[in-house]
């Protein structure tokens, strides 16, 4: 799963929605969007389509 990701980011995820260049909303948290999905607090990244 997530080892198919080469170094994926938040803005990558389908759970990002951007607020401006540097971050978005994930789940009603800020995240940046640089952050690296491994590092993804729930574990949740997903790509989108
Ligand atoms: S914190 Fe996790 S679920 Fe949220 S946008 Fe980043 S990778 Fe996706």
Same mark, same amino acid.
């Given at each position: $799963?997530? @080892?198919?990701?080469? $170094? +994926?980011?938040?803005?990558?995820?389908?759970?990002?929605k951007?607020?401006?260049? +540097?971050?978005?909303d994930? %789940?009603?948290?800020?995240?940046? +969007?640089?952050?690296? @999905?491994?590092?993804?607090?729930?574990? @949740? %990244?997903?790509?989108?389509?």
């Open positions: $799963m997530l @080892s198919d990701n080469k $170094m +994926a980011q938040c803005k990558e995820c389908k759970f990002y951007p607020i401006d260049d +540097a971050k978005g994930c %789940f009603g948290n800020e995240v940046p +969007a640089t952050l690296d @999905s491994n590092k993804c607090p729930t574990n @949740s %990244f997903q790509p989108r389509n």
